[in-house]
């Protein structure tokens, strides 16, 4: 779970970060000098980054084949988190996709996507280990579900009491 938190947040707050700087040629005038987030060039790289932020919660709520499954989507979003930082750090200057100008020329990618890359990289591991591993990993106690009342009988004053104690729910 710890993955999923440090590669999830790193890479959320990566993609709000400038990941191109590009110069937009004017005719007769001088370049002028523009930016790009990776909400502009990874679009989908926020909403990957979620996703593996969801596992904090899912991965100890879940067991069984569910956690293994949770395991696997974990792993596929840091995959598209690395594979959409991967694309941005090949593109060269004429495949730039940013929104505004027709044309770009001398674009680099700055540090923010080769994080976002490794972020990517430990919600793979993450993802990974928990669907292999988490077979022997503890599951919340069944207290947590509701199935209904185990003792029935005469419901009384010290027994709705006794009940409580015991975690389970007499009005239900």
Do not use: K, N
Not at 15 to 37: F, I, N, Q
Not at 50 to 67: E, F, I, K, N, S
Not at 126 to 132: D, L, S, Y
Not at 146 to 164: C, I, K, N, Q, Y
């Amino acid at each position: 779970m710890t993955g999923c938190v440090l590669s999830g947040a790193v890479a959320l707050f990566a993609v709000g970060r400038v990941w191109l700087h590009y110069r937009v040629p004017r005719s007769g005038l001088a370049d002028l000098p523009s930016t790009a987030t990776g909400h502009a060039v990874a679009e989908a790289a926020a909403t990957l980054a979620l996703v593996v932020l969801a596992g904090v919660v899912v991965l100890p709520a879940t067991r069984g084949l569910g956690r293994r499954i949770a395991g696997a989507v974990i792993a596929l979003a840091g995959l598209g988190m690395g594979y959409l930082a991967v694309l941005t750090i090949a593109r060269t200057t004429d495949q730039l996709d940013v929104p505004a100008a027709s044309t770009y020329t001398d674009g680099r990618a700055t540090a923010w996507p080769w994080i976002t890359l490794v972020a990517g990289a430990v919600a793979i591991a993450t993802g990974v280990f928990a669907a292999v591993a988490s077979g022997r990993w503890p599951a919340m106690g069944r207290r947590y579900e509701s199935t209904g009342s185990a003792r029935r009988g005469p419901v009384t004053e010290t027994s709705m009491w006794d009940r409580l104690d015991d975690g389970d729910d007499p009005t239900a």
